[in-house]
């Protein structure tokens, strides 16, 4: 059985993450974080993770960017694994996750999903011989009226997997507005679209002379997320410090 505590329990996808756990044989929601203590969804909830008394396996990150901070000074001073969901890290906040990982188990990605990363995976693969042939790259993304961050994480995951394949040749450019000026063959546009409830729509598409390819992933419900995030604290329990991803979970 693994035991986890649920950072920020009680935000949207923490209580996802809780819903799917009740029902899963192999992992159990001990404890959970969060500023609001009175939903305790079954298991006792701290205000943080200092407060906590219950002993645990792993943490899953559901919470903000800005209680990051403390939660990377927790993981890395107890040596607690954590598996980190949130997105909108600044710079610094990167860098202090590959500090932290020198000294426990930390699983970052982009996106939750088990498709998404599948679609890391194959838009690898396409631009070694799309690019290289010319096509043009742009990556679309869209998400709900209530998401802070533009571009998202996983736009900004594709978009450096496609480069790592094309041995950092590109640049990316997120708002055409200013130019006046026809793209650049070694750019990679990144559009941004907010509204209503989406959940979360990427498009990465490869428009050469003639013919587009485009990879599409939809999210119709925050259980894909969820869900990644549970099959990532079963992998990350007892794995040693170092710095993970959904693509060691996947194999």
Do not use: W
């Amino acid at each position: 059985m693994v035991k986890v505590i649920m950072h920020g329990c009680n935000g949207a996808m923490g209580q996802v993450i809780s819903a799917l756990a009740a029902e899963d044989e192999e992992l159990e929601i001990a404890a959970g974080i969060d500023l609001n203590t009175e939903r305790k969804n079954g298991y006792p909830v701290f205000s943080s993770l200092d407060e906590c008394t219950v002993e645990a396996d792993v943490i899953i990150d559901f919470a903000s960017a800005k209680a990051v901070d403390h939660l990377l000074d927790y993981c890395g001073r107890t040596g607690m694994p954590v598996v980190l969901c949130t997105t909108g890290l600044s710079e610094e906040q990167v860098r202090r996750v590959s500090e932290t990982a020198e000294k426990t188990a930390v699983l970052r990605s982009a996106n939750m999903s088990l498709g998404v990363n599948l679609l890391l995976k194959m838009v690898k693969e396409a631009a070694k011989v799309l690019a290289s042939s010319g096509f043009d790259i742009e990556i679309v993304e869209k998400h709900h009226n209530r998401k802070v961050d533009a571009p998202s994480g996983t736009a900004l995951a594709l978009a450096d997997s496609i480069n790592e394949a094309m041995d950092r040749q590109y640049h990316y450019v997120c708002d055409r507005s200013s130019r006046r000026e026809k793209r650049d063959a070694k750019e990679i546009g990144i559009q941004s679209v907010r509204g209503g409830s989406i959940v979360g729509e990427h498009d990465v598409i490869f428009a050469g002379q003639d013919e587009v390819v485009t990879f599409s992933h939809t999210a119709y419900s925050k259980a894909i997320f969820a869900k990644g995030a549970i099959a990532a604290a079963k992998f990350l329990k007892g794995k040693g410090a170092g710095l993970y991803d959904m693509a060691d979970v996947i194999g």
